[in-house]
């Protein structure tokens, strides 16, 4: 387990050549939060980054760089990539954590390789399979409140799942969901494609029979949760397998960014036909002033990336197409993940939860 | 096949007592349908049809009764209930159909139930596994195109899927974008977490293999499509398993939903700081204006509801919560089915395509 050093700031390893347009973002990012005074060290080449830096030619701030000469492409295969390039800015971050020289990671490169590079470097918390993505999802009635979102996971880490995965997810969000949005005791679901039991895969099926046979005092079940249900505070932690959880994400990133375009397009062929300048700009005015405050609730990024929840310490992944306040807000969220003991509290949730995973392991 | 009786008008049943508000939604939607001169029959228990009929005091304008005394439940198990009772207003439907007495039918009820009735009094069309649900996505720059529309199958007939029905939903989908549609060589994609080949799982690979190594002169295959690519023209026809079809349209439907929600929030909150009653009424009314132009765009019961590719005969399926409207133009779209042939042309596509279908039953 990762321990913080005591009598030392949080510090953070920021991956500064992961996102699709490395390391600027990073650069940035780390330049921002250098300025906030939290304590951070950019991974990657250091004659680049040196450069970059003396480019802005600004107050590095006790800036620290760490040296890792390469970087893993966005197509590499994952696991491959991580054996191949120990040396890469990636692999180099996470050896920083695994040797407590940090006490967060954060990275906007390639998300298989990061959880590779983690489970290699810094392993499993004790008793689980698979670590699995987090993210939150904004709710439609309480954009205002932080802590009313909706968690799914797996959304990503692993596209095929058994039962003990699934029942593992659901100890593993709720003590997210605990820590990370004070939800006392966060109401579970597995998501499925109709709210009655008979519904769904064998998959989900057998998470549901297991976790509604063998209640928890740490969370409670409430059955299924259909997809649509996912903006609404119908339950707190929504478990899937990593390929249904990854299209969902997804799903849901393309409808919220086609809305405003539709909206707009449609106010257009509004104000074409009362042609009411003055009006119409007021409108269009408000409208913006809107659509931008709902973005930014909306946007995932701006509640700092995605927590890899389940391995031995504190992992953050950004979106490739990231940016610095993306980049910024990650951190900041991977510091707070370490300062709240994520990592220990999962240990302990999935420490209270054995006989439950013992029952689903014997489920496919 | 289903053969339109020569020198008669096309007639579409109605099943009176599918939706969650029988029958009141079908009694509407029947007598717009009637006054609009389209020939139709409404399914159902008589008594009550009847009496329905007369409190409404309206015009019957020729609308027929077909009595069917007894209805199947919205959770009933599909294959059961069907069979349990062959005198459900659902089957009776299916069998009007069946006996060439119509050239359609509507039904808002449980649509495993309507699968499995159309399976066993239709049959699929020949070279066929399993019929799939179709289902329409908007693009956010096309909103005003009737035509510009990504067609997603299977949208949940089938949880569980092989190559084969990948590669069929495939053909049978091309068939329903060039029909419905009118596009004449529809760009076909396999739904998938990437764009890269290696991406997906065991079931969108062996589908992307054999789609990509073996080019149909019907349909351009192009590879995998991102979930968010959904709503913009990056295919005609994305096929998946209905397990994920399933998922993604119920997600989509929340998102779509939550959006405006979130929209009006962020706009009373940009509201009270800015308190210009006489501007705001005029902003309050031009984006409820613009709202409703986009739900009108969105909403998949404005579009008639979603066909049932693939069985021998005109099905479309409404949602359960669907209103007078909604069925009203799923019947004029199950008309349509029937007066375009899309039946036949799935036949023939099927036909078309029996090599490639060889080659796919070999895989998992």
């Not at 006392?184 to 519904?199: C, F, H, I, M, Q």
């Not at 063998?214 to 397998?241: I, K, M, Q």
């Not at 405003?260 to 409108?283: F, H, N, Q, V, Y």
């Not at 300062?339 to 240990?347: D, K, Q, S, V």
């Amino acid at each position: 387990m990762v321990v913080m050093s005591e009598g030392r700031r949080l510090k953070v390893a920021l991956d500064a050549f992961g996102s699709d347009r490395r390391p600027d973002p990073e650069v940035e990012a780390a330049l921002l939060a250098a300025k906030d005074g939290l304590a951070l060290e950019l991974v990657g080449d250091r004659a680049v980054l040196d450069a970059k830096l003396a480019e802005r030619g600004s107050d590095r701030a006790g800036l620290e760089i760490v040296h890792a000469p390469s970087q893993i492409s966005m197509d590499a295969s994952a696991a491959r990539a991580v054996r191949a390039q120990p040396d890469a800015s990636l692999c180099v971050a996470v050896d920083r954590l695994a040797a407590r020289e940090v006490d967060a990671v954060v990275s906007a490169g390639n998300s298989g390789a990061l959880l590779a590079a983690a489970l290699l470097r810094l392993g499993r918390c004790v008793g689980l399979d698979r670590p699995a993505i987090a993210t939150s999802l904004p709710r439609a009635d309480q954009l205002d409140d932080p802590a009313g979102r909706t968690v799914l996971l797996d959304a990503g880490a692993n596209v095929e799942c058994k039962v003990l995965n699934l029942v593992q997810f659901a100890v593993v969000g709720a003590a997210y969901s605990r820590i990370e949005y004070g939800v006392a005791r966060p109401r579970v679901a597995v998501l499925a494609n109709g709210r009655e039991s008979v519904k769904g895969t064998a998959l989900t099926r057998g998470a549901h029979g297991i976790l509604s046979g063998h209640p928890s005092d740490s969370f409670e079940f409430v059955g299924y949760v259909e997809p649509n249900e996912l903006f609404s505070a119908r339950c707190d932690v929504a478990v899937t397998d990593g390929w249904t959880g990854n299209v969902a994400l997804k799903l849901a990133e393309g409808a919220m960014a086609a809305w405003p375009r539709m909206l707009r397009a449609a106010l257009a062929e509004i104000g074409s036909k009362a042609p009411d300048t003055e009006g119409e700009a007021a409108i269009a005015a408000a409208i913006d002033a809107g659509l931008q405050l709902v973005a930014r609730h909306l946007d995932p990024e701006a509640h700092g990336g995605a927590p890899l929840l389940g391995v031995d310490g504190a992992v953050m992944i950004c979106h490739g197409a990231a940016g610095p306040r993306a980049i910024l807000n990650a951190v900041i969220a991977a510091r707070r993940f370490a300062e709240r003991g994520l990592t220990e509290a999962i240990g302990d949730a999935l420490e209270d939860h054995t006989e439950l995973f013992e029952l689903a392991r014997k489920l496919p």
